[in-house]
């Protein structure tokens, strides 16, 4: 299982906190940091791992479509032009 980033954050920054500050303001200092690190991931505009990787797989198909669609394209015109020669030459 995965720890949530913002939790092992917490854990490492809170007992620092609790060592050097009295509890009421280490308290209050550790709730505003969780905040302000919320606020900033959701103006991130982060989506999730699977998502990612689906549209990053669907990214690759399509790229090797365009390429596949664009060699034949090439060869197409070659056989055109090729075509194209001989009934000129005729």
């Known amino acids: 299982m995965q720890i949530d980033p913002l939790a092992a954050l917490l854990q490492t920054i809170k007992p620092l906190l609790d060592e050097t500050l009295p509890a009421d303001l280490a308290r209050s200092l550790s709730k505003d940091i969780e905040s302000k690190v919320q606020e900033v991931l959701r103006k991130l505009s982060l989506v999730p791992r699977h998502?990612?990787?689906?549209q990053e797989a669907l990214v690759t198909n399509?790229?090797?479509?365009?390429?596949?669609?664009?060699?034949?394209?090439?060869?197409?015109?070659?056989?055109?032009?090729?075509?194209?020669?001989?009934?000129d030459e005729n």
Not at 63 to 75: I, M, N, P
């Open 62 to 87: 399509l790229e090797t479509k365009v390429r596949h669609l664009e060699q034949r394209l090439a060869e197409m015109e070659r056989v055109g032009a090729t075509g194209a020669n001989a009934t």
């Open 51 to 54: 998502e990612f990787e689906a």
